[in-house]
């Protein structure tokens, strides 16, 4: 199985703050990688797909880069909205792993 | 728009099974494979596994294959998981999850509501 190793797994940042999420994967995904955003009580929500590509309708102040084995997921302009939990997931293959998320919080 | 409707939340004793239903709408439901993903408390996503819904063929993960099935009835465009000998850390809430793919990346695109299953004497 592919690991998806998060990093941090937790972090406060501020409102208007750029906030950088990394994920490692175990084994070379090329560009198999999403990011999602989880908030309490809420189903998840794909924000970006295919390591880069925005998700119609999310705001341009989330990005995504890299390729291989490490991604980012980059926040500009932290918003009171953007605080939830982060996850990573390789579509490479099955099982279709998950970081173990990464929790921004408020300052 | 593509909607996913799941059952709602069960209570259940060790030992019992559960099964979870998914209705889907807003899409050709055998276009796109489903996937099942839970999270226990205070824990992260894990992905169970998935169902074909043009074949019904499926693909668990190594740690729920001897207890989970996947099934899906094309005619009422409705996903099931069942889940067998429940134990306490099955205790979760589950995800039914819609499959979309661009350019080859497959993600999961629309989610259920979540359905609480908790399993406790």
């Known amino acids: 199985d592919i690991q998806m190793t998060q990093s941090p797994s937790s972090l406060s940042a501020s409102v208007g703050d750029r906030v950088t999420i990394t994920c490692r994967a175990s084994h070379i995904i090329y560009n198999q990688l999403n990011w999602y955003q989880h908030k309490q009580g809420k189903a998840p929500d794909l924000l970006i797909y295919?390591?880069?590509s925005l998700r119609s309708g999310v705001p341009s102040r989330f990005s995504g880069s890299g390729s291989g084995t490490d991604f980012t997921l980059t926040i500009n302009s932290l918003q009171p909205e953007d605080f939830a939990t982060y996850y990573c997931q390789q579509s490479y293959n099955s099982p279709r792993t998950f970081g173990q998320g990464t929790k921004v919080e408020i300052k | 728009q593509v909607q996913m409707v799941q059952s709602g939340a069960e209570v259940k004793e060790p030992g019992a099974t559960v099964k979870v239903s998914c209705k889907a709408s807003g899409y050709t439901f055998t276009t796109y494979g489903i996937s099942w993903v839970r999270q226990a408390p205070g824990q992260g996503l894990e992905w169970m596994g998935w169902i074909s819904a043009y074949y019904g063929t499926t693909r668990y993960a190594q740690n729920l294959q001897d207890r989970v099935t996947m099934t899906r009835d094309t005619s009422t465009t409705t996903a099931y998981m069942e889940l067998r000998s429940l134990r306490s850390d099955d205790t979760a809430v589950y995800y039914c999850?819609?499959?979309?793919?661009?350019?080859?990346?497959?993600?999961?695109?629309?989610w259920g509501q979540g359905t609480l299953v908790t399993v406790s004497s």
């Open positions: 999850v819609k499959e979309g793919e661009v350019a080859g990346t497959v993600f999961f695109d629309s």
């Open positions: 295919g390591a880069s």
